[in-house]
T-cell receptor, first 118, second 115 residues
Framework: AQTVTQSQPEMSVQEAETVTLSCTYDTSESDYYLFWYKQPPSRQMILVIRQEAYKQQNATENRFSVNFQKAAKSFSLKISDSQLGDAAMYFCAYRSARYGGSQGNLIFGKGTKLSVKP | DGGITQSPKYLFRKEGQNVTLSCEQNLNHDAMYWYRQDPGQGLRLIYYSQIVNDFQKGDIAEGYSVSREKKESFPLTVTSAQKNPTAFYLC??????????????FGDGTRLSIL
């Protein structure tokens, strides 16, 4: 079974600085997807960024980028120029690309709470 | 605007009572999901449905039941058999393009508490 581990329960960053959130996963599959979701105090889950395992190029979305190391099974999220609105819980998630059965289901890590200091 | 609507936002359950959480989506998505979130925990999958009139158990289905009679609706019933129902419940949906499921969209959640 696949697992997702976020080893940093809490992180803090100064406004305008850069912070990196860690995520590792365990899987025997070669084709899969990885996601970072943001959950602000309003509790709504918002997709931040996604990465297809077959793509070597790291995904980027404005100030958010990932460092995807497939061999190491590592998927970290870098937030540049941190803003007060970035304060939230961040969840790393895995999804199999194998067709059928539980395809489409997400497996989540326990999350990292990010605080942004003004 | 298309989206996922969960109701109610807050729900209270008495001991021995069944309660039903509503989830409606107007995104025309094929698949729908129910997750449970506890403090300090990630989201855990309760049930999912990839097509109307079909659903599958997730990792923590005991004490819960669902139905999928319409594409846009996926209600979750928390039964009296669920001994620790206090949690935040999130509904999600996704669509499929060919064999590939697209990223899940989430509702705003329902917080269930025991009286």
């Amino acid at each position: 079974a696949q697992t997702v581990t976020q080893s940093q329960p809490e992180m803090s960053v100064q406004e305008a600085e850069t912070v990196t959130l860690s995520c590792t996963y365990d899987t025997s599959e070669s084709d899969y997807y990885l996601f970072w979701y943001k959950q602000p105090p309003s509790r709504q889950m918002i997709l931040v960024i996604r990465q297809e395992a077959y793509k070597q190029q790291n995904a980027t979305e404005n100030r958010f980028s990932v460092n995807f190391q497939k061999a190491a099974k590592s998927f970290s999220l870098k937030i540049s120029d941190s803003q007060l609105g970035d304060a939230a819980m961040y969840f790393c998630a895995y999804r199999s690309a194998r067709y059928g059965g539980s395809q489409g289901n997400l497996i989540f890590g326990k999350g990292t709470k990010l605080s942004v200091k003004p | 605007d298309g989206g996922i609507t969960q109701s109610p936002k807050y729900l209270f359950r008495k001991e021995g009572q069944n309660v039903t959480l509503s989830c409606e989506q107007n995104l025309n998505h094929d698949a729908m999901y129910w997750y449970r979130q506890d403090p300090g925990q990630g989201l855990r999958l309760i049930y999912y449905s990839q097509i109307v009139n079909d659903f599958q158990k997730g990792d923590i289905a005991e004490g819960y039941s669902v139905s999928r009679e319409k594409k846009e609706s996926f209600p979750l019933t928390v039964t009296s058999a669920q001994k620790n129902p206090t949690a935040f419940y999130l509904c999600a949906s996704s669509t499929r393009q060919g064999a590939i499921f697209q990223p899940q969209h989430f509702g705003d959640g329902t917080r269930l508490s025991i009286l």
